[in-house]
């Protein structure tokens, strides 16, 4: 078989991002210890020229290429731009947590831009198998990550864990693409989805294939009442690394979701809608509910957004353009929150202390009052108030479930976001009431400081004008 040129010109930003990943693993393989930075360097510009590509790809049509197995449309080209902004500012936090803790080394980063190939790779895939060569490039390297602290026997624990049961989910989600493969003779996702509608009532077999395919979703996600790693491997694993699982594979979890569901199984909409909303159900009243009693900054973000996961699938359950546009909208701006959330954990951390108690932000207006703002900011918009993004994010995600007649739902996502802001008001109120029980001075360097700066402000304009990107993810599904 005969692959044309013009084959790859959608490819153009992973084979960007691939040979930009070899290339820097090479340099830290032969560089040494002198240059430890020039692997950060690289790695920030790769994601700088692989957001300019992708972006200026926004506008092109809808291709298939390589024989069915890629696609790149609107939908592709904007949640990478997304996924590269977001880690490069994930990138920028980890440097300075790194260097604290004297671990600075480029497989951090190398591991980090080949997730970033396999969120790609799953944003564009047009076949169950190239959907799961992307999910496992993915997980992979995360499970590397999570263990990237080789002295430290919650992160090797972590890593064991989230190990074992994403080997789990992976193997139900393998198991229904079978099934699915077996039922309509074809991996290619349009080719499915003709042959499901053609059938026209829905067998056996799909049923069962839908049920094991959307474990496998779950668990991706971290939804319950498959959320059991979510918050031992955000706890156990370096804050670093925490940053970076807890945002942009959302993202790319999001794009799974829509390849599966949506562009394969939509003639089965009826029968993934009644899972989609038990476990959005579940998600929303376990993740707000725990989330109160925890006293650990990242466990509590942990639970967080597993109630935020909730959210994000009501968006896609609604079934409709709106409702899709809205998903879409909520996990880009949720990554950017999330962030932001566990970078403020690294603004505090020092060498050998690790600021991840809610306890350690006592008094923070005291010790910074520029920072404890941005926090504030950041904990206003994940409880859903306005003016912030996160007000915006629910409210679409509610107007799309709303316009579906299922007005019912809506309310119990309002009266569980109701209980949940009250974790987030406590952050504020240790800021801004408590005594610090630290009188030390903040010692932050230049990169995070302009980098939560910039988060922070970055979520308060997106509420503020919150228009443009919505406009933009609701044109990709036109």
Same mark, same amino acid.
């Given at each position: 078989?005969?692959?044309?040129?013009?084959?790859?010109?959608?490819?153009?930003?992973?084979?960007?991002?691939?040979?930009?990943?070899?290339?820097?693993?090479?340099?830290?393989?032969?560089?040494?210890?002198?240059?430890?930075?020039?692997?950060?360097?690289?790695?920030?510009?790769?994601?700088?020229?692989?957001?300019?590509?992708?972006?200026?790809?926004?506008?092109?049509?809808?291709?298939?290429?390589?024989?069915?197995?890629?696609?790149?449309?609107?939908?592709?080209?904007?949640?990478?731009?997304?996924?590269?902004?977001?880690?490069?500012?994930?990138?920028?936090?980890?440097?300075?947590?790194?260097?604290?803790?004297?671990?600075?080394?480029?497989?951090?980063?190398?591991?980090?831009?080949?997730?970033?190939?396999?969120?790609?790779?799953?944003?564009?895939?047009?076949?169950?198998?190239?959907?799961?060569?992307? =999910?496992?490039? $993915? +997980? !992979?390297? #995360?499970?590397?990550? /999570? &263990?990237?602290?080789?002295?430290?026997?919650?992160?090797?624990? @972590?890593?064991?864990?989230?190990?074992?049961?994403?080997?789990?989910?992976?193997?139900?989600?393998?198991?229904?693409?079978?099934?699915?493969?077996?039922?309509?003779?074809?991996?290619?996702?349009?080719?499915?989805?003709?042959?499901?509608?053609?059938?026209?009532?829905?067998?056996?077999?799909?049923?069962?294939?839908?049920?094991?395919?959307?474990?496998?979703?779950?668990?991706?996600?971290?939804?319950?009442?498959?959320?059991?790693?979510?918050?031992?491997?955000?706890?156990?694993?370096?804050?670093?690394?925490?940053?970076?699982?807890?945002?942009?594979?959302?993202?790319?979890?999001?794009?799974?979701?829509?390849?599966?569901?949506?562009?394969?199984?939509?003639?089965?909409?009826?029968?993934?809608?009644?899972?989609?909303?038990? =476990?959005?159900? $579940? +998600? !929303?009243? #376990?993740?707000?509910? /725990? &989330?109160?009693?925890?006293?650990?900054?990242?466990?509590?973000? @942990?639970?967080?957004?597993?109630?935020?996961?909730?959210?994000?699938?009501?968006?896609?359950?609604?079934?409709?353009?709106?409702?899709?546009?809205?998903?879409?909208?909520?996990?880009?701006?949720?990554?950017?929150?999330?962030?932001?959330?566990?970078?403020?954990?690294?603004?505090?951390?020092?060498?050998?202390?690790?600021?991840?108690?809610?306890?350690?932000?006592?008094?923070?207006?005291?010790?910074?009052?520029?920072?404890?703002?941005?926090?504030?900011?950041?904990?206003?918009?994940?409880?859903?108030?306005?003016?912030?993004?996160?007000?915006?994010?629910?409210?679409?995600?509610?107007?799309?479930?709303?316009?579906?007649?299922?007005?019912?739902?809506?309310?119990?996502?309002?009266?569980?976001?109701?209980?949940?802001?009250?974790?987030?008001?406590?952050?504020?109120? #240790?800021?801004?009431?408590?005594?610090?029980?630290?009188?030390?001075?903040?010692?932050?360097?230049?990169?995070?400081?302009?980098?939560?700066?910039?988060?922070?402000?970055?979520?308060?304009?997106?509420?503020?004008?919150?228009?443009?990107?919505?406009?933009?993810?609701?044109?990709?599904?036109?």
């Amino acid at each position: 078989m005969t692959i044309p040129l013009t084959d790859f010109v959608p490819l153009a930003t992973e084979i960007f991002v691939l040979t930009m990943a070899c290339s820097i693993l090479a340099v830290e393989a032969f560089v040494g210890q002198q240059f430890r930075q020039l692997s950060y360097i690289l790695s920030q510009l790769t994601l700088l020229g692989a957001a300019l590509i992708s972006w200026n790809m926004l506008d092109m049509e809808t291709v298939v290429v390589l024989g069915g197995t890629f696609v790149h449309d609107p939908m592709a080209a904007l949640l990478k731009t997304s996924i590269f902004l977001v880690t490069f500012g994930a990138f920028i936090y980890a440097r300075g947590y790194l260097t604290s803790k004297g671990s600075l080394r480029g497989e951090y980063y190398v591991l980090g831009l080949f997730a970033v190939l396999g969120m790609m790779v799953m944003i564009s895939a047009h076949s169950l198998l190239t959907i799961y060569l992307g =999910l496992e490039l $993915l +997980s !992979l390297s #995360l499970y590397a990550m /999570v &263990a990237f602290d080789r002295n430290s026997s919650p992160a090797s624990e @972590a890593a064991m864990k989230y190990f074992v049961l994403g080997a789990l989910a992976s193997g139900m989600l393998l198991y229904g693409m079978s099934m699915l493969y077996g039922a309509t003779g074809s991996l290619d996702i349009a080719e499915i989805a003709a042959s499901i509608s053609a059938a026209g009532e829905s067998s056996m077999i799909l049923i069962f294939a839908l049920c094991f395919i959307v474990v496998g979703l779950a668990f991706k996600f971290g939804a319950v009442p498959f959320h059991m790693w979510v918050p031992d491997v955000y706890h156990g694993a370096p804050t670093a690394v925490t940053l970076f699982i807890g945002s942009a594979p959302k993202i790319a979890a999001f794009a799974m979701a829509m390849r599966l569901l949506v562009e394969s199984m939509g003639s089965l909409s009826l029968d993934w809608q009644g899972m989609l909303v038990i =476990l959005a159900v $579940l +998600s !929303l009243a #376990l993740g707000n509910v /725990v &989330a109160i009693a925890q006293t650990n900054l990242k466990r509590m973000l @942990a639970y967080s957004t597993i109630s935020h996961v909730g959210f994000l699938v009501l968006g896609i359950l609604a079934g409709t353009r709106e409702g899709y546009s809205a998903s879409m909208f909520y996990a880009i701006t949720y990554a950017l929150m999330a962030i932001g959330g566990f970078g403020m954990i690294i603004l505090l951390s020092r060498k050998g202390y690790e600021a991840d108690r809610l306890d350690d932000f006592k008094g923070l207006n005291e010790r910074s009052p520029w920072f404890a703002f941005m926090m504030l900011i950041l904990m206003f918009s994940m409880a859903g108030v306005p003016p912030t993004v996160g007000f915006y994010a629910k409210l679409s995600v509610l107007q799309a479930v709303i316009h579906v007649d299922m007005l019912w739902l809506a309310l119990v996502a309002v009266f569980f976001s109701v209980i949940g802001a009250f974790y987030y008001i406590r952050m504020v109120k #240790l800021m801004y009431f408590d005594k610090p029980e630290s009188a030390d001075v903040l010692v932050i360097n230049t990169d995070l400081q302009l980098a939560m700066s910039v988060n922070g402000l970055a979520v308060l304009l997106l509420g503020l004008f919150p228009g443009g990107l919505l406009a933009l993810c609701l044109n990709v599904f036109s």
